[in-house]
């Protein structure tokens, strides 16, 4: 297995313009997770999926972030507009289960300027 | 709701010497433990696990670590650490019972190894 694909892997944008990041899980993975990561808050979880429905969102920063899982292999988190405190690297992340742990892609660096 | 603390932020080692990151957890059964590590510009990558049996777990790039259920901990040791270990670890803890299947993650641990 491939493992978790992200893409793209670097994202620079201009303030006030949509970004839309993409993943990959796991090939039978029931369970697909966002993060965002940066200097000032760590990992922070955003959204994730089981069985492609959204279970917990609470994460997700403001009405700006919207996340889908249209079918178990593809998932998008889009920002729009996005503006220069959105710059993090996002992980997807996806999991069998909570014994399993998760299995993390390489994650997208995005740059807001 | 679990949660989980990583005491120290940075840590500094020489090569050849042996470590020991600390991680305490808080969650009222018997929980899920990850110990992950990430390396600069990657994702992370799952060293080890603990969810029943042998308290001592034994990881990849050889890594160990111990559940200790009386002091709440689950510290990742390796006894002789090479320049490849410099990264950043994070401990995560999820719930056994419920939880959705979330793990909550500590905020990592700076490994740097002196030559």
């Known amino acids: 297995d491939a493992g978790v694909i992200q893409s793209p892997r670097h994202e620079v944008t201009e303030m006030g313009q949509e970004v839309t990041l993409r993943c990959k899980p796991i090939?039978?993975?029931?369970?697909l997770f966002w993060y965002r990561q940066t200097m000032m808050r760590g990992l922070e979880l955003l959204i994730y999926f089981n069985n492609n429905v959204p279970i917990d969102d609470s994460g997700m920063p403001e009405d700006r972030f919207s996340a889908k899982m249209p079918n178990a292999s593809f998932s998008t988190l889009k920002i729009q507009p996005s503006e220069p405190r959105d710059s993090a690297v996002y992980f997807c992340a996806s999991s069998s289960g909570t014994a399993f742990g998760y299995t993390f892609g390489s994650g997208t660096r995005l740059t807001v300027v | 709701a679990q949660s989980v603390t990583q005491p120290d932020i940075h840590i500094t080692v020489s090569e050849g010497a042996s470590l020991e990151l600390r991680c305490n957890y808080s969650y009222g059964a018997t929980p899920y433990l990850f110990w992950y590590v990430q390396s600069p510009g990657q994702g992370l990558q799952l060293l080890l696990k603990?969810?029943?049996?042998?308290?001592l777990v034994q990881g990849i790039k050889g890594f160990e670590a111990e559940f200790k259920r009386s002091q709440s901990s689950f510290n990742l040791r390796k006894p002789s650490v090479h320049w490849s270990d410099a990264a950043e670890y994070f401990c995560a803890v999820g719930a056994s019972r419920g939880g959705g299947n979330k793990l909550t993650f500590g905020t990592g641990t700076q490994l740097k190894v002196e030559l």
């Open positions: 090939s039978g993975h029931d369970y």
């Open positions: 603990y969810f029943s049996g042998d308290t």
